[in-house]
Protein backbone atom coordinates (compact mmCIF):
# COMPACT_ATOMS: atom_id res chain seq x y z
CA UNK A 1 0.00 0.00 0.00
CA UNK A 2 1.37 3.52 -0.77
CA UNK A 3 1.65 5.63 1.97
CA UNK A 4 0.12 9.24 1.96
CA UNK A 5 1.80 12.23 3.40
CA UNK A 6 -0.31 15.64 5.21
CA UNK A 7 1.13 18.47 6.46
CA UNK A 8 -0.78 20.13 9.11
CA UNK A 9 -0.38 23.52 9.58
CA UNK A 10 -1.17 24.49 13.05
CA UNK A 11 -0.05 26.60 16.16
CA UNK A 12 -2.21 24.44 18.60
CA UNK A 13 -0.15 21.32 19.16
CA UNK A 14 -3.34 19.63 20.59
CA UNK A 15 -4.93 20.00 17.36
CA UNK A 16 -2.07 18.72 15.57
CA UNK A 17 -1.74 15.90 17.79
CA UNK A 18 -5.70 15.05 17.14
CA UNK A 19 -5.83 15.19 13.19
CA UNK A 20 -2.42 13.49 13.34
CA UNK A 21 -3.75 10.76 15.36
CA UNK A 22 -6.98 10.55 13.21
CA UNK A 23 -5.13 10.19 10.18
CA UNK A 24 -2.40 7.72 11.28
CA UNK A 25 -5.44 5.22 11.80
CA UNK A 26 -5.78 5.21 7.66
CA UNK A 27 -2.19 5.14 7.30
CA UNK A 28 -1.57 8.85 6.31
CA UNK A 29 1.84 9.85 7.28
CA UNK A 30 2.04 13.53 8.87
CA UNK A 31 4.66 16.65 8.97
CA UNK A 32 3.74 19.43 10.90
CA UNK A 33 4.61 23.12 10.89
CA UNK A 34 3.63 25.74 13.98
CA UNK A 35 3.25 28.52 11.37
CA UNK A 36 2.27 29.18 7.84
CA UNK A 37 6.30 30.28 7.24
CA UNK A 38 7.63 27.30 8.59
CA UNK A 39 5.20 25.70 5.76
CA UNK A 40 6.26 27.51 3.31
CA UNK A 41 10.02 26.97 3.89
CA UNK A 42 8.90 23.05 4.32
CA UNK A 43 7.34 22.94 1.01
CA UNK A 44 10.36 23.81 -0.50
CA UNK A 45 12.26 20.59 0.01
CA UNK A 46 9.25 18.10 -0.68
CA UNK A 47 5.88 18.20 -1.32
CA UNK A 48 2.87 16.27 0.82
CA UNK A 49 0.05 14.38 -0.90
CA UNK A 50 -2.61 17.22 0.99
CA UNK A 51 -2.39 20.08 3.59
CA UNK A 52 -4.36 20.70 6.69
CA UNK A 53 -4.54 24.34 6.98
CA UNK A 54 -6.14 26.11 10.50
CA UNK A 55 -7.11 29.54 9.68
CA UNK A 56 -6.46 31.82 12.61
CA UNK A 57 -2.45 31.17 13.54
CA UNK A 58 -0.03 34.05 14.41
CA UNK A 59 1.93 36.22 11.78
CA UNK A 60 0.23 34.28 8.54
CA UNK A 61 -3.19 33.46 9.07
CA UNK A 62 -4.42 30.68 6.85
CA UNK A 63 -5.89 32.56 3.86
CA UNK A 64 -2.69 34.35 3.63
CA UNK A 65 -0.80 30.81 3.60
CA UNK A 66 -3.18 29.47 1.00
CA UNK A 67 -3.27 32.31 -1.07
CA UNK A 68 0.49 31.96 -1.37
CA UNK A 69 0.33 28.08 -1.75
CA UNK A 70 -2.16 28.84 -5.17
CA UNK A 71 -0.17 31.84 -6.48
CA UNK A 72 2.76 29.52 -6.91
CA UNK A 73 3.28 26.97 -10.03
CA UNK A 74 4.97 24.82 -7.80
CA UNK A 75 2.13 24.23 -4.79
CA UNK A 76 -0.77 25.50 -6.52
CA UNK A 77 -2.00 21.70 -7.32
CA UNK A 78 -1.70 20.03 -3.84
CA UNK A 79 -5.11 20.00 -2.59
CA UNK A 80 -5.74 21.93 1.08
CA UNK A 81 -8.47 21.50 3.30
CA UNK A 82 -9.04 24.42 5.63
CA UNK A 83 -10.03 23.84 9.06
CA UNK A 84 -11.23 26.48 12.30
CA UNK A 85 -13.80 26.67 14.80
CA UNK A 86 -15.85 29.08 12.81
CA UNK A 87 -18.97 27.65 11.61
CA UNK A 88 -19.60 30.24 9.25
CA UNK A 89 -20.74 29.18 5.83
CA UNK A 90 -18.96 32.86 4.78
CA UNK A 91 -15.97 31.27 6.05
CA UNK A 92 -16.53 28.01 3.87
CA UNK A 93 -17.65 30.18 0.57
CA UNK A 94 -14.54 32.44 1.04
CA UNK A 95 -12.10 29.36 1.78
CA UNK A 96 -13.51 27.68 -1.35
CA UNK A 97 -13.18 30.77 -3.25
CA UNK A 98 -9.46 30.96 -2.56
CA UNK A 99 -8.68 27.31 -3.52
CA UNK A 100 -9.27 25.27 -0.51
CA UNK A 101 -10.93 21.97 -1.39
CA UNK A 102 -12.81 21.67 1.90
CA UNK A 103 -13.36 23.06 5.05
CA UNK A 104 -13.52 20.97 8.21
Known sequence: ???????????????????KHQLNQF???????????????????????????????PGLDGFEVLQLLKNNHATRGIPVIMYTSQAARQYT???KSRGAIGVI
Open 1 to 19: MLSRLALIVDDSKTATAVL
Open 27 to 57: DVMVESASNGNLALEMLRDHQPDVIFLDHIM
Open 93 to 95: SEA
